[in-house]
């Protein structure tokens, strides 16, 4: 079995322990690797709600649940199904359930498949110590109850775990940015386990961090520091530790057109944000630290080189064709020390522009 629980299993042909069945993609239940040896469920989803069905006829659907999770090993979250009216007259109430638990991502933390144990185990904590309720109703408004006084979201606390340092929903939403700011770094490179967790564990002490500062402990801030530094190289994970981008290479193309913000996520952007992307990241970037003028006397110069070469009289104004405009802020605005020193070395005087399209001369 692999170690990543969310890549399925089907090298060998397994069968449904009850019906006999092949066990497929699209008829069986992936489960814990400590409940399987396979990763799969011994049992197809059709013979799992069979099994579900005999436990309801006896004891009602909701006991049977909770029966069913413990016999099949799937995380008991009555929660999951606070927004289903009809449960109790549903189609399938077993894979309805699970159907649930998958879509609000809670029979997964990260790529670890949860059981039984990662859920409500205690019976008298759905049902009341003397077994009183028959539904899920009390248990999941005492739930919601909890939730709603807890900071941050249900996502972010499931990432990001709980904390005695996170008091405030504020405090997850910044781990979030601290997280996504480190990662940004890495964009078209596809990060391992490790490195996530990685970065996980840098976000986490990066709040930290922060909060050390602002109480002036300076002492604990440095080891954090240090701590940081040292878990980023350790993954070679630091700016200095970038290696260069191998420009051959179609992961490397990628990389560097991600970062010039020619492509995001993996793919091309569309012909307008393509040219807004080139306007902002190439074009509109200072890249001579002289004036325009220093162009224009040179445009002049050629010209009347080859004007002379011509046996053609010299001009003293640039033709309209040849002038450039600085639409694009590529020229320094103002005249440095230098060029005005220069200027005056070579007797320049700014440049006479002629707006006629005429070459200023006769043929």
């Not at 990662?118 to 739930?143: Q, S, Y």
Request: aromatic content about 8%; hydrophobic content about 35%.
């Amino acid at each position: 079995m692999s170690n990543n629980e969310s890549e399925r299993n089907f090298s060998t042909t397994e069968y449904c322990h009850c019906c006999g069945a092949e066990l497929t993609e699209d008829n069986c239940r992936q489960v814990s690797a400590s409940f399987s040896v396979n990763g799969l469920s011994h049992l197809c989803i059709s013979c799992e709600q069979d099994f579900y069905e005999k436990l309801a006829h006896t004891e009602g659907r909701y006991i049977a649940l909770f029966h069913a999770c413990a016999a099949l090993n799937v995380p008991c979250k009555p929660i999951v199904l606070e927004d289903v009216k009809d449960f109790d007259t549903c189609k399938d109430p077993w894979i309805t359930y699970i159907n649930c638990l998958s879509e609000k991502k809670e029979d997964r933390k990260g790529r670890k498949i949860l059981t039984f144990f990662d859920g409500v185990t205690n019976m008298r904590e759905i049902f009341g110590k003397d077994l009183t309720e028959k539904d899920f109703v009390k248990h999941i408004v005492n739930e919601r109850a909890k939730l709603s006084k807890l900071p941050g979201t249900p996502e972010q606390r499931a990432k990001w775990g709980t904390n005695p340092d996170w008091k405030t929903s504020e405090d997850y939403d910044e781990l979030d940015r601290l997280y996504e700011a480190r990662e940004s770094s890495f964009k078209g490179q596809t990060l391992t386990l490790q490195q996530e967790n990685a970065l996980m564990n840098v976000a986490k002490w990066s709040l930290k961090l922060d909060k050390l500062i602002e109480k002036g402990n300076f002492t604990g801030a440095k080891t954090l520091t240090d701590m940081i530094d040292k878990t980023l190289a350790a993954e070679s994970m630091r700016k200095k530790d970038e290696k260069p981008v191998e420009h051959f290479r179609p992961d490397a193309w990628v990389v560097a057109l991600e970062r010039a913000g020619l492509m995001a996520d993996g793919k091309f952007l569309n012909l307008a944000d393509t040219i807004a992307a080139i306007d902002k990241n190439l074009l509109r970037k200072r890249k001579y630290n002289y004036t325009l003028d220093v162009l224009d006397q040179s445009m002049l110069k050629m010209y009347n080189c080859v004007r002379q070469n011509a046996d053609l009289a010299a001009v003293y104004e640039l033709p309209a064709e040849l002038t450039v405009d600085d639409e694009l802020g590529e020229f320094s605005s103002e005249e440095t020390d230098d060029e005005k020193k220069r200027k005056k070395y070579a007797n320049l005087t700014p440049i006479r522009k002629n707006d006629s399209n005429s070459d200023g001369g006769e043929e």
